[in-house]
C-alpha cells in the first residue's frame, strides 16, 4: 500500500517528531488508513488527534474534521502548520471572501485538512463544495455532542448521519472523550456506525494525581495549592456561579497569582479575550464555571482545581481530565464539604425536568459523593466507574495517606434521632447547624427560644467536636441516610434513616484527614499505562529550560500565538536535559519534527551554545511571562474571607441557615 514516507510511523516521526504511538493509536490509524470506520473513546490527552491527522495525511485527498469548537479552530490549524501540514478551516467567524479562498485550496488538493463547523454541513453549498474536491476520510470530532442526553448536545451534529450516505467508500471516524455507555451507543446509532470497529482506550491518567480534601476556607486552601506547588505555573479553578468566579479571581489577583475569569455572563468579547490569554500567556490561572473548557487543548495545564463538588463523576472526570494533557505531573484538587452535599441535593430538588430526570441527577451525584468519600484508591474508584480496573495508585490521596474508617453507627443514631425528635415530637426541621448545637448541648438563643435544650438528646454529642459532627452528617447525607429539604437545607429522615436508628445498619465513616501533604507524584510507568513523560531537571538544566521558555515565549509574541504551538514543555525540558550539540541530535527530541527543526534548530542550539546567563538570541528583555510567585504569604487579615458564606445562584443560603419550620 503506501509508500515509506507515507507509511504511518514514518509520517508520525518526520511530522510530528515523536517515536512511537501510544495505546490504541497504531491499531486506529491502520484501520482508518485501510478504509474502515471507527469509534474512538480515549480520556482527554490520550492523543485524538493523531487518530485522524495521520491517516489524512497517509491517504489521498483531504481529511474533513467537524468541530464544534470554532473558537479554537484558528489555534488547531496554527500548531497544524507549524509542523508543515496544510490545513484550513472553514467556520463563521470568516468573511466570504477568506472561505472563497480556502474553498479555492480544497478544491485544488492543496489542503491536507479541512476543519468544518457542523453547521456547515446543513448547507447544500457545502456538501457540493466537498462532492468537487477529493475527501481522505471525516473525522468527527467531539462526537459525544450528537448524544441528546449529553450537555453537549449540537442539533447541527445531527445532519452528519447524511455524510455515509453521500460519501459511502469515505472512512468516517467519530471521536469523543466521553466514556459512558449511553453516550457511547448513542453515538453509534446517530451516526450510523454500528458496524464501526469500537477502540476504547484506558481511561487512567497516570500522570493526574487527584486529591480531595476537606473543604474548611475554600479560598485559603486554593491558595496554599497554587503557591506551595504551581507557582508561575498554568491552571484552572472551577467553581459553580460566576458570582464565586468573580471573586475568586479577584481574589487570587489581589494575592499576587494572575488570573482572569470565565462564565456564560462575561460579555462575548471578554470572554473570547481571556480565553486567548489563557491559551497564549505562559503561567496564567483561569476561574471559570464549566462553560469553559470544551476543546481546550493546552497541553501544560499544570492543575485543575475545584471549589465546588462537581455535579457527576463524568464531569469531574471531563474537568480534570483537561489537566497535564502533555504527560507531565499534574494536579486534580477537590474542596468538598457539607455545604456542598446541602447544596446540590437542592439543586435537584429545584431542577427543571420531570421525576425521571431528577432521579437521574440523583445518581449522578450519589456517584460523585460516593468518589469524594472512599477510603479505597480513588483511580481505582473512577476507572471502575468507566467500567474499567485499575490497581491502587500511589498517586492519589488516599494511596498517599489512606484515610482511615470508623464506626460511625453510634454517632449516626443520634444525629438520625435528633432529627427524628424534632420532626415527630414537635413538628420541626432544622438545618445541621441546629442539629449539631443540640448535640453539643449549647444554650444558644435558637436552642433556648425553641426550648430544645429539654429534648433528652440534649448534650448527648459531646464525643465528637463540631467539625466531626459536621463530617458525619455529611456523610450520611451523601449515603441518603439523611435528606436535604427546602430552601434552608433543613434535614429530614428517608426511608433507609429507620435501619440505623433500629440497630440493623452500621455506618462505617470516613475519618477526614488532618492535611494531605503533597507528595510528588509516581514517575514509574505501570503496564499498560502512558508513560508520564516527566524529565526530571538537574540543577544544570533547570536555568537552561527557564531560557528556553522566555526565548519560547518571545517567539511566541512575536508570531502571535499560542507558546505550545511552537514546542510543549515536555519538549523544551528533554532538549534542556539532553543539551544536543548538533540539528540530528536535536532532531531526536521528542516532538522536535522536520518542520520545526529548520525553522527553530539553529536558533535553540544557538541560545544551548551561548554561555550562561546571557540573553539568548530573539527573546526581548524580560520575556518570560511566567508569573513571579509572590514574596510573602499574606497577612491573616487577607486570608480570613476565605470562609466567608459565597452565596450562589440560585439564591442558595448556606449555612447557618436563617429560619426554620
Ligand atoms: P486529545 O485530543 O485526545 O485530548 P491530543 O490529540 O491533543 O489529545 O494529544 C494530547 C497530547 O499528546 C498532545 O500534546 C500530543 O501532541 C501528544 N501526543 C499524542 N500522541 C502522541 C505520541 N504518540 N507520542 C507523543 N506525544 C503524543
Ligand atoms: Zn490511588
Redesign the pocket.
Known sequence: MATPEKEPLHV?NRV?G?D???GP?QEIVEHVVAGGDALVL?P???????CYQIPALVRDGVGVVVSPLIALMQDQVDALRALGVRAGYLNSTQDAEERRLVEAEFAAGELDLLYLAPERLRLESTLRMLERGRVALFAIDEAHCVAQWGHDFRPDYLALSQLHERWPDVPRIALT?TATEATHAEIASRLALEDARHFVASFDRPNIQYRIVPKGEPKKQLLGLVRGEHAGEAGIVYCLSRNSVERTAEFLNQQGVAAVPYHAGLDARVRQENQSRFLREDGLVVVATIAFGMGI?K?DVRFVAHLDLPKSVEGYYQETGRAG???LPSTAWLAYGLQDVVQQRKLIDTSEGDDAHRRRLAAHLDAMFALCETVECRRVQLLEYFGQRGEPCGNCDTCLTPPQSWDGTVPAQKVLSTVWRLQHERRQKFGTGQIIDILLGRTTAKVSQFGHDALSVFGVGGELAEAEWRSVVRQLIARRLLAVEGDYGTLVLTEASGEVLGGRREVPLRRDPARVKAARPARTAGPGRQAAAAVELSPEAEPVFQELRAWRAAEAREQGKPPYVIF?DATLREIASRAPASLAELGEV?GVGENKLARYGQAILGLLAAPEGSAPAGSAPGASAQAPPAPDGPGPQALAWGDEPEPEEPGWEPEPEPEDG
Open positions: 508520525l510530528f515523536y512511537a504511538f501510544r493509536q480515549m482527554t490527552g490520550g492523543g485524538k488527534s493523531l472523550a487543548d497541553p494533557r502533555d504527560g510543549h521528542s
